[in-house]
């Protein structure tokens, strides 16, 4: 069974870190890419980043370019999303999510919000 758990949200000030976490079982993980994807408030589930499954290749959200990083440890079955700079309207709950086959699989997210 597909399981994805994500951790390491929270509140943070106005240019602070956050480094969320997703711990995945039940797959072979590292046969895989990986994404993380947010939704804030009001609006709709966009991606932020995503890794291959060897994680050689990345990409960003223009939004997110230059100030979060995607990355994932094969041996520990987890993807990281480190946010630096972060700004009031990144505040969302953030998703990890996989494809396997014609199916998405999502984490149940992790809330982070920005505040002063």
């Known amino acids: 069974q597909v399981q994805l758990v994500e951790s390491g949200g929270g509140l943070v000030r106005p240019g602070g870190s956050l480094r969320l976490s997703c711990a995945a079982s039940?797959?072979?993980?590292?046969?895989?890419?990986m994404s993380w994807y947010r939704q804030a408030p009001g609006s709709e589930r966009e991606l932020v980043a995503s890794?291959?499954?060897?994680?050689?290749?990345?990409?960003y959200a223009n939004s997110v370019k230059g100030r979060f990083t995607i990355s994932r440890d094969n041996t520990k079955n987890t993807v990281y999303l480190q946010m630096n700079s972060l700004k009031p309207e990144d505040t969302a709950v953030d998703y990890c999510c996989?494809?396997?086959?014609?199916?998405?699989?999502w984490g149940k997210g992790s809330l982070v919000t920005v505040s002063s």
């Open positions: 039940g797959f072979i993980f590292s046969s895989y890419a």
């Open positions: 890794i291959s499954s060897a994680g050689g290749s990345t990409n």
């Open positions: 996989t494809w396997i086959g014609r199916v998405i699989y």
